[in-house]
Nanobody
Framework: QVQLVESGGGLVQPGGSLRLSCAAS????????MGWYRQAPGQERELVAV???????NYADSVTGRFTISRDNVKKTVYLQMNRVKPEDTAVYYC???????????????WGQGTQVTVSS
C-alpha cells in the first residue's frame, strides 16, 4: 500500500532554518501535486505550499519569501525548506500527495503522519 513518511521536524529558534522531507513509497503509477499543510492548536489546517509534477509552485502569503518547496520525482519525495522561521510557524506539518496507483485509477490524496515544528527561543 501507499505510504507517505515525513521527517525533519523539531525545535528551532526564531530566525533559524529547518528542512522537512516527505517520501512516498508503495505501489505507485504516478504522482501529481505534492504539498504541505500545517495546523496550529485551535486553528484550521492551512495550505502552506504546493508543487505540481512540472515543478510549478504556490505558497501561502504568510510563508512567501521564507519557505521553499521542492520535489524529486525519481525519489518520490517532496521537501519544505523553512528559513527565517517565526514563532507563528509553530504547528504540526502534514505532507500530501495526489497519487495514481494504477493506470486505471483516479488520483487519491494520501497524507503523511505529521511532524511537529516548534519555533521558540
Amino acid at each position: 500500500q501507499v505510504q507517505l513518511v515525513e521527517s525533519g521536524g523539531g525545535l528551532v529558534q526564531p530566525g533559524g532554518s529547518l528542512r522537512l522531507s516527505c517520501a512516498a513509497s508503495g505501489s505507485i503509477f504516478s504522482i501529481g501535486p505534492m504539498g504541505w499543510y500545517r495546523q496550529a492548536p485551535g486553528q484550521e489546517r492551512e495550505l502552506v505550499a504546493v508543487s505540481t509534477r512540472r515543478y510549478e509552485t504556490n505558497y501561502a502569503d504568510s510563508v512567501t519569501g521564507r519557505f521553499t518547496i521542492s520535489r524529486d520525482n525519481v525519489k518520490k519525495t517532496v521537501y519544505l525548506q523553512m528559513n527565517r522561521v517565526k514563532p507563528e510557524d509553530t504547528a504540526v506539518y502534514y505532507c500530501y500527495a495526489d497519487i495514481v496507483v494504477t493506470m486505471y485509477d483516479r488520483p487519491t490524496r494520501y497524507w503523511g503522519q505529521g511532524t511537529q515544528v516548534t519555533v521558540s527561543s
